[in-house]
């Protein structure tokens, strides 16, 4: 494996690689930077150092290259083998085959790689590993397979120190947070679940005289020519797992919007008709809207199209109720913002058709919504066009936008509208593989393969997509980029407008938060790299306090644990939801099928406090998941009310 890279690094890119050691660092440098490019030289150097002794090492051991999408496994493995003179680079993700022989890297999804942990073991255990990056390391704050991964290297190196396994850390950003106090938290996190000793990154001078040129000082925002709807929910109390209650709460106190209003009323109208074709055959109807998962709407909606006799009112009544589900779901989810979205998916999927039997108080409302104009779809457009013309046939776009709906939505709008098709715009959308935007339209891994290739080759020049392509996607051409929707955080701004990596490229920001605009995202990342150049990982907050933090945060979710009958019903998604609200970490050690024709599994849940491992058994792999999360809840109500008192 001897033999040097075809391209040569950049004098900032050698700083940052022969300042890793053989210590476990975070290195954070800016969107097209070249992180992989360091960990890969990294891996290469030390592979030369060590060429003869590992070609000696029957067993040799291999570097973990982990990844947060499937889409980005085949372009780092491609990095990778392009680099690196010699390598043996396997890839692994849901959906192919898992690597039969022995490999020096193994880019993997952080997912994938745990189930291979689980069912084959003897090629993928820790023992087989010298060093295990983390593309897009920031995930590690999250309730993420990475989280797991991390925690399992740290527990693994405590009991294997001879065989200890070296962390690297990649990312454009750290942390989603916002406040000195809460950046200094998620970084202390980070260091302590990635066992982190030193944090490296460029400055913005050494990246420029290394001959990298800054591209996100050029966003273009918009003074909003649309307007937002008077009386939507305010950015202030929008808390995502209160979306439904607080869309339920402003219904009973008469607080939505008109439009949200009417969509609702059209909804409860096609249920009423469902009501009464139900007694009419004695039967009897249940609305799903109370049911929190939003999506299971829908769901209900087609499962009950599918049963229903073909043909009959009551099938043609169900698929039309399936379209207006999804229809509210857009206006509670975009806290009743995104009007002309919903309008459009209506159009689209026959939402005003009337059968000619519909009851006269359906009718009325259906007549009421058609009325809807908004003017931010145009404003998209002529966006779209302006660039169109700047760039001429170069013209490569990305759109983004926050839902998988309005990604389906608007480039369906796109390739419809007869003035975009005048300009030779093609558009295409990119969600999670293996997702669904509804029960009726699914994206499978074919599909989100195809539509980057196309836009790779130019067969289509705007790609409309959800977040699935903000970390890592690699193409070149892209020279536009549009957000849609406004920025959550430092993360997104650093990623989203990291795709366009032309000196000419242009970026624009089509809605900002108010609490939140692209000034304030700006400071805050400013801040961020300043408390992260002076960051000490040696210095971080003391092992007391991260004790008396995860006590406080036990504490305050307890109320959960006490919940008996969820407990009881969905002790699984009970459990995961204690884990993330106390930043613990929940691992399925093992699933196995013994030869009685049961399922056993064993879970562990782990902080800084305790690990409690639960066991359960079952004739479904579900059910010995089920039996094993009990478990655990027990224990730690059981614990909880020694040390609580309750």
């Not at 193409?475 to 795709?499: W, Y």
């Not at 459990?575 to 930043?583: I, P, V």
Request: proline fraction near 3%; hydrophobic fraction near 40%.
């Amino acid at each position: 494996m001897s033999g040097s890279p075809k391209m040569q690094l950049r004098e900032y890119q050698n700083a940052v690689v022969e300042a890793i050691g053989h210590e476990n660092v975070i290195i954070k440098m800016q969107t097209g930077s070249g992180k992989t490019f360091v960990a890969a030289e990294f891996i290469r150097r030390v592979k030369q150092n060590n060429e003869d002794e590992l070609e000696l090492e029957p067993n040799r051991r291999a570097v973990l290259f982990l990844v947060p999408a499937c889409d980005l496994v085949a372009q780092q493995k491609k990095a990778l083998k392009e680099w690196i003179k010699d390598v043996d680079v396997a890839e692994y993700m849901g959906g192919i085959s898992s690597p039969t022989k022995r490999f020096d890297v193994l880019v993997s999804t952080p997912q994938a790689f745990l189930k291979l942990q689980q069912t084959e073991v003897s090629l993928f255990s820790w023992h087989n590993y010298w060093l295990c990056v983390f593309d897009e390391v920031h995930h590690v704050l999250k309730q993420h397979p990475y989280r797991i991964i991390a925690h399992s290297i740290k527990e693994w190196n405590e009991r294997n120190q001879d065989r200890s396994i070296q962390t690297i850390g990649l990312s454009a950003s750290l942390t989603y947070a916002v406040g000195p106090k809460e950046v200094q938290s998620a970084l202390r996190s980070l260091c302590y679940d990635l066992s982190v000793t030193k944090m490296i990154s460029p400055t913005q001078e050494e990246l420029i005289s290394g001959g990298y040129i800054p591209n996100d000082g050029n966003i273009e925002t918009m003074q909003k020519p649309w307007e937002v709807p008077d009386g939507v929910v305010a950015e202030a109390d929008r808390k995502p797992h209160l979306v439904h209650q607080t869309f339920m709460d402003r219904i009973q106190n008469n607080s939505v919007t008109p439009f949200a209003l009417m969509v609702y009323e059209v909804v409860r109208a096609i249920e009423n008709e469902i009501e009464n074709e139900c007694k009419a055959h004695e039967e009897t109807f249940v609305s799903p809207l109370g049911n929190k998962k939003l999506n299971s709407w829908e769901d209900y909606a087609h499962r009950m199209k599918n049963l229903s006799v073909i043909g009959s009112p009551m099938q043609l009544l169900f698929q039309f109720l399936e379209v207006w589900y999804v229809a509210l779901r857009i206006v509670v989810q975009s806290w009743e913002e995104e009007q002309q979205l919903v309008w459009l998916w209506l159009i689209f999927h026959g939402g005003f058709h009337t059968h000619g039997w519909y009851g006269p108080r359906l009718e009325e409302s259906l007549c009421n919504l058609k009325k809807l104009h908004s003017d931010k779809l145009e404003t998209l457009k002529r966006t779209l066009i302006e660039k169109r013309k700047l760039k001429g046939v170069s013209f490569r776009c990305i759109v983004f936008v926050t839902q998988r709906i309005a990604a389906y939505i608007l480039a369906e709008h796109l390739n419809r509208d007869a003035v975009c098709k005048e300009y030779g715009m093609r558009a295409g959308f990119v969600a999670a593989r293996k997702s669904k935007i509804t029960p009726s339209i699914k994206v499978t891994s074919g599909d989100a393969t195809r539509c980057i290739e196309q836009f790779r080759s130019g067969d289509i020049n705007i790609l409309v997509a959800t977040a699935v392509i903000e970390e890592g996607f690699d193409v070149p051409e892209a020279n536009v980029v549009i957000s849609f929707d406004h920025l959550k955080d430092t993360v997104e701004l650093a990623q989203r407008f990291g795709r366009a990596r032309q000196t000419t490229s242009y970026l624009t920001l089509m809605s900002e938060r108010r609490d939140r605009p692209l000034s304030a995202l700006r400071d805050v990342k400013r801040q961020q790299d300043c408390i992260i150049k002076d960051f000490d990982p040696s210095k971080s907050e003391n092992f007391a306090r991260q004790q008396q933090s995860v006590k406080d945060r036990q504490c305050a979710a307890f109320s959960i644990l006490l919940d008996t009958d969820r407990c009881e019903s969905s002790p699984l998604e009970i459990l995961n939801m204690y884990a993330a609200k106390t930043k613990a970490v929940v691992k399925i050690e093992y699933i196995e099928f013994g030869s009685d024709k049961i399922f056993r599994c064993k879970i562990s849940f782990l902080n800084l406090l305790m690990t409690i491992e639960g066991k359960g058994k079952g004739k479904s792999k579900k059910q010995s998941q089920h039996h094993a999360a009990a478990s655990i809840l027990n224990q730690l109500r059981d614990r909880g009310r020694k040390e609580y008192g309750l």
